[in-house]
């Protein structure tokens, strides 16, 4: 079955770019219809859903973050990618990739959930 | 920007009781919301979807109803494993696709 993995540098100076890429092995990233998504979790807190990428490469994200946040996809690669630029200290948290599938509705899109979610990568943003 | 507000923040109960969780959002997401459970340390994990479809895997006495803007999740008889942080998420109106600030069942 499908699986997902995080990877990037758990320790990030302010000012600079956090970078994290989420690894799907036992699937294409291409295949089917999904959301692959980022979403993140300070330490004691709830979850906040940064943004996401079809596989056409088409992307949403949270207005919140919109302006310093982008998400790619590489299919050769079977990964999709997380760039946060500028970060403060308010960026530490468990960040976590995960799939959603989805389909047509309406004017737009819409989503089942996310069934399949990485295990989560601390990162801390500290000089 | 649709918000969720989930009810009660924190729930204690003992194992073989009945948990019933609310989450209700400011506009109406017809039966697009899913729930998840998270335990410490663990990613979430999908329970319901379309506000009352149980997930690959997920024992039956996790339900979940609703459509509109009220939707509840339901534990028939909790279960030792079943004392977590619930998270409701709605799935069709986004940016941004919203979680809920979580419900914590807690052990009595």
Redesign the interface.
Known sequence: QVQLQESGPGLVKPSQTLSLTCTVSGGSISSGSYYWNWIRQPAGKGLEWIGHIYTSGSTNYNPSLKSRVTISIGTSTNQFSLKVDSVTAADTAVYFCSRASTENYGSGRRGFGMDVWGQGTTVTVSS | ?IVLTQSPATLSLSPGERATLSCRASQSVSS?L?W?Q?KPG?????L???SSNR??GIPARFSGSGSGTDFTLTITSLEPEDFAVY?C?Q??N?????????TKVEMK
């Open positions: 920007e697009h899913a998840y998270q663990q990613a979430p994990r999908l319901i979807y379309d997930a690959i998270y998420q799935c069709t986004w940016p941004p696709n919203t979680f809920g600030q979580g």
